[in-house]
């Protein structure tokens, strides 16, 4: 079966993640990253997903032309771990999760995902690994982007 690092980015004028009532994560302009690691990502998953988050021309110009990426807004990314998008809905009505990388796996994945992106200089929020998250967001567009590493 064919596996990848699977990404859902959502242009925000907003988001907010929080966790038992408590925000723990919250931007302005950017993009609200939902972030997947898969069984068998490595390090080039990792390298073309932060390089797409990075440079991604999903935001308008003066023409209003989607031709900047968040470097070039200096926007926010608020990056969300979100392990149900890698389900299999093949079989029957109830999804499979088994294409999931390893909890401790992909927090580690995840975790070096947010650090290579503040390492490009952007700004970013996170919300918190495994936990049970409510995510409030103003989807600007709306534009929803799906991103696959090995697509």
């Known amino acids: 079966m064919y596996h990848s690092m699977k990404t859902l980015l959502q242009r925000v004028s907003s988001a907010t993640v929080s966790v038992n009532g408590q925000i723990v994560g919250s931007i302005h302009k950017g993009l609200l990253v939902f972030f997947c690691a898969v069984k068998g990502d490595g390090e080039q998953d990792l390298d073309y997903t932060v390089k797409k988050i990075s440079?991604?021309?999903?935001?308008e110009d003066e023409q209003g032309k989607m031709n900047r990426s968040i470097t070039d807004v200096a926007g926010e990314v608020l990056v969300v771990s979100q392990?149900?998008?890698?389900?299999?809905?093949?079989?029957?009505?109830?999804?499979?999760?088994?294409?999931?990388?390893?909890?401790d796996q992909a927090?580690?994945?995840y975790e070096d995902a947010v650090r290579r992106l503040r390492e490009r200089g952007i700004p970013v929020q996170t919300g918190v690994f495994a936990a049970m998250m409510e995510v409030a967001l103003v989807n600007d567009g709306p534009v929803t982007i799906w991103i696959d590493s090995r697509q």
């Open 55 to 59: 440079q991604m021309r999903i935001f």
């Open 83 to 103: 392990f149900t998008l890698a389900a299999s809905t093949r079989k029957g009505n109830r999804p499979s999760f088994e294409e999931a990388e390893a909890p």
């Open 107 to 109: 927090k580690a994945i």
